[in-house]
């Protein structure tokens, strides 16, 4: 039994002397099931009046009320304390709901409102006895996603693209009649943001979100959201590097070879090379051609960003923390072969530098190794190349010249120009890009080589 923090255990006691009993509820019981430590928990309060219970929550600190139907209380950034309720569907929209808290709800009737069997068992604070009325414990045990209720289920579209999140965090299969039933449901009243909120945690909380995005298609979600990621089904590779040779099952290996090059990375840039990953070939359907005797996508690259921009625009994605999530996703897309190609012609250091104006090396580095690494274990045992050994060529290079994350700043300054008795004007700006060109080159290394290089041109 993982240990629970002191105010829950408090609180269930105060509830408890109150006539009533705390029950923790959804996913904290089954992260708890599974052996995982919940990193919040959520407590349903049975057999307490809605006054009495903000009299015993008010006595924890401050309380923050959320919802206007009905009522959670936030206690803390941990704990979400409400009662059981009974929801109905009366309009369009995750929010076309009446929801009405019930303190008297059989634990049978409270957990009917669920998505999946998973998430619909209690567990109570003080004893230890758990209550399973759906069959969710042996549904983990045997790794199977089932609804709770067909009636209910198909209220809120979001249940499906949660259907294919926790079957890729958690590895199980989506049981026969649950994805009937999400083949069934109209996804197009979502909003981008819950949209992206389970693509998120399919991409970032799974070891293999090739499962949840293989329940795209099987679910219908790709078909009705994303056409972008339909387009891929059936386009044949350059080579056999499938036993398929299709462009889509190349993409899911490839998101997850990119998901395990990611962990060391900050949140906005872990975003950026999943979603990389996930549209580096989605210029594919538009070039893809058969001629000289193999399949081949000519600039399926800049092909690609079209198709990226507008699958970003479904999600809503621009910039997290600050970070231009979007443009370098862009870019990520327009040069994920870049790499290969530099390892066959070898250019000069300049070619790298200027490659660090327009995209994030070691992002690339990642998106790329990905993309090499996702392929047919056969294929790779036979094609060295095609072991990423193009990508580590390069990032080594890209260490080498210091430009991992960004070009090299400007050596000479327009306050430089100015001291030399230079006015703004657009020769004023020839003179710092020439320069800064130079700079790129190796040809300036320091300010005075590069003050000199601009007295030349004035």
């Not at 957990?111 to 009325?133: H, M, P, Q, Y």
């Amino acid at each position: 039994m993982l240990r629970l923090p002191k105010k829950i255990r408090k609180l269930a006691e105060i509830v408890k002397e109150s006539g009533g009993r705390a029950m923790l509820v959804g996913g904290c019981v089954r992260d708890e099931l599974m052996g995982v430590e919940p990193k919040d928990r959520d407590l349903e309060i049975y057999g307490i009046q809605p006054e009495k219970l903000r009299e015993i929550l008010d006595k924890f600190g401050k309380v923050d009320a959320v919802g206007e139907a009905f009522t959670v209380y936030k206690i803390g950034q941990d704990l979400d304390v409400a009662l059981p309720r009974r929801e109905r569907k009366t309009g369009r929209g995750h929010k076309g709901f009446v929801v009405e808290g019930d303190p008297e709800m059989s634990f049978e009737e409270a957990s009917r409102r669920r998505d999946f069997t998973i998430n619909a068992i209690l567990k109570d604070v003080l004893t230890g006895e758990v209550i399973d009325c759906y069959g969710g414990q042996k549904d983990i045990e045997n790794k199977i996603l089932r609804v709770v209720s067909r009636a209910t289920f198909a209220e809120d579209s979001l249940r499906v693209l949660r259907a294919a999140q926790f079957a890729a965090r958690f590895e199980f299969e989506i049981e026969e009649e649950t994805k009937e039933i999400c083949r069934s449901i109209d996804l197009t009243d979502l909003p981008k943001e819950r949209i992206w909120g389970e693509l998120e945690k399919l991409l970032l909380k799974s070891a293999k979100p090739s499962i949840g995005l293989q329940y795209f298609y099987d679910l219908r979600i790709a078909e009705q959201l994303f056409p972008e990621l339909v387009a891929l089904v059936g386009v044949p590779q350059e080579k056999e590097w499938h036993p398929e040779g299709n462009v889509d099952v190349h993409t899911l290996m490839v998101v997850d070879e990119a998901r395990k090059l990611i962990d060391d990375l900050p949140y906005a840039k872990q975003v950026t090379v999943m979603l990389g990953a996930l549209c580096h070939d989605l210029g594919k359907p538009a070039t893809t051609a058969f001629f000289d005797g193999r399949w081949r996508s000519h600039a399926h690259d800049e092909a690609g960003v079209e198709p990226t921009l507008s699958f970003l625009d479904k999600l809503g994605i621009f910039t997290l923390d600050g970070y231009d999530v979007r443009g370098q996703i862009v870019q990520l897309v327009r040069y994920h072969l870049t790499p290969g190609m530099f390892y066959k012609s070898k250019p000069g250091d300049g070619a790298f530098r200027r490659l660090a104006r327009k995209v994030e090396p070691d992002l690339l580095y990642r998106v790329a190794k990905a993309d090499s690494l996702g392929r047919n274990p056969e294929w790779l045992s036979k094609e060295k190349w095609f072991k990423a050994e193009a990508q580590e060529w390069f990032i080594e290079r890209i260490r080498e010249l210091n430009v991992e994350t960004e070009a090299p700043k400007s050596i000479l300054m327009g306050r430089h120009l100015i001291e030399l008795g230079l006015k703004p004007s657009p020769e004023f700006k020839r003179i710092l890009e020439t320069v800064y060109e130079k700079q790129l080159d190796g040809q300036i290394s320091d300010l005075d080589e590069a003050i000199q290089e601009a007295k030349k041109m004035i």
